[in-house]
């Protein structure tokens, strides 16, 4: 079913939704930013903090909780009717997205201009960061401890900063290269000053560039090897399309599926279960480190709050993490009618069609996949319609073409149900993705039915 014909009586809903995300995304362009909006989008709905709870000593049901990960992640839970022994309704995705970071030695100067190397994140298309404008943003631990925010690019006053490309009248060898092979890693090289610092000998502009950088942030050139500094497109998120039926933003994988399950928790007041909005950092390099969801700061976190309830034992904990229902919020491949060959169109998810389920992710044989059992996909089945939602189902590809995963596997690996659930998205983990306006209402009123309807 077409989901905007379905939703043509309540539209000013549908744009008002996508206002308010879009902003989100202006506001997140890191991981640690979009953690920083959520937490502060929780804090205007009451909840507390994790230490704030443990202070008071107990909790009841109603609470409303959040938990901090190293700036990188967030946990926040709405405490339900049941213990949480008896499971968690759990909507978990993931607030990094593919991007440039810079190396830890990362200024130099060439032929009288100055440059920062980087070291690509996540699965990009290393063309498509050539000639467009970039904004940098992160953090510097000086040496004397002082942590400093860095933004730059997004002022509109600000600079900005670009990756220059080949012009197409010199490009005769590099045209008959592999789009892979035409522009390299070690090429993804951020423009960055031209200005020497006058009176000095060498280096003149690479010079001038930490003068200004000394004079705004107070940092040296050995401060960058404590500091985490990304390189992003700049500028904010746009309406596309003649009717504004679309929106174009860097950042929609994952924070679409992040954002969607956030407002649908703080949209709740009271549940059965425990319901859970998780937004989790590393997903595009593997889950791993102490941010990802590999790491123990789940399990941690709802470890305190059994505690909370009180007689804490991990035989409550285990018990938890299997009775539980998740989400896996994460985007799927949107049909694109330019690129046919690369879908299996029956089995293919289609802008403007509403929320996405996706029973099994992984490649080539399902490889690495969840793979949802039957019966939990007809539970959410019966929510979704319950909640008046617009659904499909999808699969990222053809089955020899390629494939990806998600953080479904690693909940699952406890005895959750989980299944994954997102929007169809074009040009995913390029500089600029698309997704359409009633998908993401859709994903909205889906997540909200989930932690709301109990059959």
């Known amino acids: 079913m077409n989901a905007w014909e379905f939703e043509k009586n309540n539209l000013e809903k549908v744009m008002s939704y996508s206002k308010e995300y879009m902003n989100f995304l202006d506001n997140g362009k890191t991981e640690r930013t979009s953690c920083k909006e959520i937490v502060k989008m929780a804090k205007e709905k009451g909840y507390i903090s994790l230490c704030e709870a443990i202070k008071k000593g107990n909790i009841k049901k109603g609470d409303k909780i959040y938990a901090i990960n190293k700036e990188k992640a967030v946990a926040l839970f709405l405490i339900g009717e049941k213990e949480i022994q008896e499971g968690m309704k759990i909507i978990g995705g993931h607030i990094d997205v593919p991007r440039l970071d810079l190396k830890p030695n990362p200024i130099y100067e060439e032929s009288n201009l100055g440059f920062l190397k980087t070291h690509y994140y996540g699965g990009i298309k290393k063309y498509q960061w050539t000639t467009i404008p970039l904004?940098?943003?992160?953090?510097?631990?000086?040496?004397?401890?002082?942590?400093?925010?860095?933004?730059?690019?997004?002022?509109?006053?600000?600079?900005?900063?670009?990756?220059?490309?080949?012009?197409?009248?010199?490009?005769?060898?590099?045209?008959?290269?592999?789009?892979?092979?035409?522009?390299?890693?070690?090429?993804?090289?951020?423009?960055?000053?031209?200005?020497?610092?006058?009176?000095?000998?060498?280096?003149?502009?690479?010079?001038?560039?930490?003068?200004?950088?000394?004079?705004?942030?107070?940092?040296?050139?050995?401060?960058?090897?404590s500091a985490e500094i990304e390189v992003v497109p700049a500028g904010k998120s746009r309406d596309l399309g003649f009717d504004r039926s679309m929106i174009l933003s860097y950042g929609h994988d994952d924070r679409v599926c992040s954002y969607a399950g956030v407002k649908a928790l703080l949209d709740s007041e009271s549940t059965l279960f425990t319901c859970v909005a998780l937004c989790v950092d590393k997903e595009e390099v593997g889950s791993n480190g102490n941010t990802g969801m590999h790491s123990k700061f789940f399990e941690n976190v709802v470890s305190e709050l059994i505690a909370l309830e009180g007689n804490y034992c991990e035989l409550k904990l285990k018990r938890a993490m299997a009775n539980s229902k998740v989400l896996s919020a994460d985007v799927s491949a949107g049909y694109d009618p330019n690129y046919s060959d690369a879908y299996e169109k029956r089995n293919s998810v289609f802008m403007g069609e509403g929320v996405v389920l996706t029973k099994y992710t992984g490649s080539r044989g399902k490889s690495g996949c969840n793979d949802a059992n039957a019966e939990f996909m007809a539970e959410v089945r019966r929510i979704f319609d319950k909640g008046e939602v617009i659904w499909q189902t999808g699969e990222l590809g053809k089955v020899d073409q390629g494939g990806g995963g998600t953080i479904a596997y690693i909940l699952a690996n406890y005895g959750a149900e989980v299944i994954d659930c997102g929007v169809g998205v074009l040009s995913m983990h390029s500089p600029y993705e698309v997704v359409s306006k009633v998908d993401i209402y859709e994903m909205y009123k889906g997540f909200k039915s989930f932690f709301n309807i109990n059959l």
């Open 135 to 225: 904004s940098i943003h992160g953090v510097v631990i000086l040496n004397d401890g002082t942590k400093v925010d860095i933004c730059i690019g997004e002022d509109e006053t600000d600079p900005v900063f670009c990756i220059t490309d080949l012009l197409p009248h010199l490009a005769k060898d590099q045209m008959t290269k592999t789009m892979s092979e035409g522009v390299i890693g070690e090429k993804l090289n951020v423009l960055v000053g031209n200005m020497p610092l006058f009176g000095e000998e060498k280096d003149k502009v690479e010079k001038n560039i930490l003068k200004i950088l000394n004079e705004k942030y107070n940092m040296t050139n050995e401060d960058f090897l």
